[in-house]
């Protein structure tokens, strides 16, 4: 374990994303709290990953403490759940970088979400206390469990007014095996969350499971190097 | 020429997307339609495409002659000018295929559009006597004018509530030497104007001009073949 790395909270941690994110984060040598509204849940789930991985630095903590606890904190609730997590969360979250992956799209009817993004509305019930972070918002959860040190084929793009913010979630997605760009704004967040409507088009129309969006015609060594 | 091949108008095709799509069609084999408001500017615009290629397959008329001579209608004017266009043509483009390539992003402060999409207003006000389908929002205008018969590095996604439609404008944009994919009906083309926002911050972030999407995971002989 890397003493200087963030401690990365995942909030809502026990559904179908945070898992993953877990092993991976998990994998890579970071420390990791699985956070939900029910402690125990939390702990079944973080017992659960350091069995599969053999590691004892994941734990699991209600999702206020785990907040309170964590640098980092990624929010991956359901979208019927974003706003009353926030609202819960608001004073636990002050001075963290908090990562929000809610994508409003609903998988049994997809159609792109209006504006303000998902972050953004975050940020404006957060306050400027707390360095929002749009990311994570397409990664395929059955790409994150399996092959945990290989890469994922998608393509993570990071929005945030707060670029130094931005940066840190685009060394963490590095660290999960993702590739990372910097896309702008909190408000081009909406954009990322619409994309699961097209990539659930895509996949339906091709049969396929494992569409993804990657970027072309940029040169970063900031989100191409390991 | 292929005579089976249908006739494409170019309307609003002066600006700065139609000459380079009139260029790779009519190289492809295609008889083009430059459409303007001023038939002069659009025969001038046709008569310098023909020089460049040396072929005579590329005409200059008004807007509403153009709609009505053509099989494929690829409307490429200016976000302002996107109502009036459609109010002043939906006589002359019943019967069509009327591809909708607006995206309404400000390159000078470029913020995600709202819902509905552009091609869904488009569809709205001509009626469902017009086939509209979304495509081409994000083709970067410099990438069309070289290497005319070689592929560009960008991925069009095809949106439309009418699958034949947007299955023709695949074969188009293939031709064009882009990979194209179905990506759902007319509401998800908010998403791809959307992303005109994502790759102005790339471009601006990374300091590039080529950022572009490209899709992955997705087997399809339809897009991949050439």
Redesign the interface.
Known sequence: MNESRPRVAILGGTGKEGPGLALRWAYAGYSIIIGSRQLEKAQTVAQELNRQLGVNSIQGMENSAAARLADICVLTVVQAAHQQALEGLKQDLQGKVMVDATARVDFSD???P??P?AARYAQNLLGPGVRVVAAFQNVPAHALKKNLGGAI??DV?VCSDDLPAAEEIIHLAKAAGMRA?????L??A???E??T??L???????G?R???????????PLSQAK
Request: hydrophobic fraction near 35%; charged fraction near 10%.
């Open positions: 997809p159609r792109p209006s504006p993004a084929d998608t793009l760009y910097f896309a702008g704004g408000d081009n909406v954009v990322v619409g994309l409507s097209i659930i088009s895509l996949n339906k129309h091709y396929t494992t569409a993804s969006i990657e970027i072309t015609g940029v040169q970063t």
